[in-house]
C-alpha cells in the first residue's frame, strides 16, 4: 500500500472522530490551531498532515495520536480483507 493510501485512510479516521465528537472542522482547526481548509484538505486527502499538525488535531479531539494512527491501521486492513474476499 502506497503512503499516499494511508494518507486517504488517516484522513478518513480525522473526519470520523471530528464527526464523532460533534466537532465541525472550523472547530476542528481552531482547537489545532491551522487553518478550516488545512482540515479539509486532510480529510479529503489532498493534503498529507506533518506529524506536527497530525498531533495537533489528536490534542483538539482529546485522542491520544496513536489512536488515530492504529484505526487508520485497521481500516486498512478492513479494507485488505475485504478487497480479498471478492
Known amino acids: 500500500m502506497l503512503s499516499r493510501d494511508f494518507a486517504k485512510l488517516f484522513g478518513e ?4 472522530h471530528r ?8 472547530a ?3 482547537g489545532a490551531d491551522v487553518s478550516p481548509k ?7 486527502c489532498e493534503r498529507s498532515p ?3 499538525v497530525a498531533d495537533s488535531f489528536a490534542q483538539a ?8 494512527v492504529k484505526d487508520a491501521e485497521d481500516l486498512r486492513k478492513e479494507k485488505a480483507l475485504s478487497k480479498s474476499k471478492r
Open 50 to 52: 506533518t506529524v506536527n
Open 19 to 26: 464527526k464523532a465528537r460533534f466537532l465541525t472542522q472550523e
Open 28 to 30: 476542528l482547526a481552531e
Open 38 to 44: 488545512m482540515v479539509s484538505l486532510v480529510e479529503r
Open 61 to 68: 479531539m482529546n485522542v491520544p495520536l496513536w489512536r488515530l
Open 13 to 16: 479516521v480525522v473526519r470520523k
